[in-house]
Nanobody, 123 residues
Framework: QVQLVESGGGLVEAGGSRRRSCAAS????????MGWVRQAPGKEREFVAA????????YYRDSVKGRFTISRDNATNTVYLQMNSLKPEAPAVYYC????????????????WGQGTQVTVSS
């Protein structure tokens, strides 16, 4: 059974940092792009960050550039999202996703999805 298991959600103060992790199991994702997508209540799902299978190419939505960093460790089948200088905004559920195509993740999609974990930034 293929699973993407996320960790690192919860409550964090504005200006703080949080590291999200997504551990994949059931198959190797070393040839897949991976990324993070989020959805706030009543809003459309939106792309946050994506990374190519090799880790050499990364993409970010404009609002998180310079603050978020995505990385991956193919040896452990894990992808990370380091979130710094967090801003107070509506709570959102963050999903770890995987897909063969990096562009699909940039469009907010994915073939494999994590269970989703909420991140709330308090002011």
């Amino acid at each position: 059974q293929v699973q993407l298991v996320e960790s690192g959600g919860g409550l964090v103060e504005a200006g703080g940092s949080r590291r999200r992790s997504c551990a994949a199991s059931g198959r190797t994702f070393n040839s897949d792009a991976m990324g993070w997508v989020r959805q706030a209540p009543g809003k459309e799902r939106e792309f946050v960050a994506a990374i190519s299978w090799s880790g050499r190419t990364t993409y970010y939505r404009d609002s998180v550039k310079g603050r978020f960093t995505i990385s991956r460790d193919n040896a452990t089948n894990t992808v990370y999202l380091q979130m710094n200088s967090l801003k107070p905004e509506a709570p959102a559920v963050y999903y770890c996703v995987a897909h063969q195509l990096l562009l699909t993740i940039r469009a907010g999609g994915g073939e494999y999805w994590g269970q989703g974990t909420q991140v709330t930034v308090s002011s």
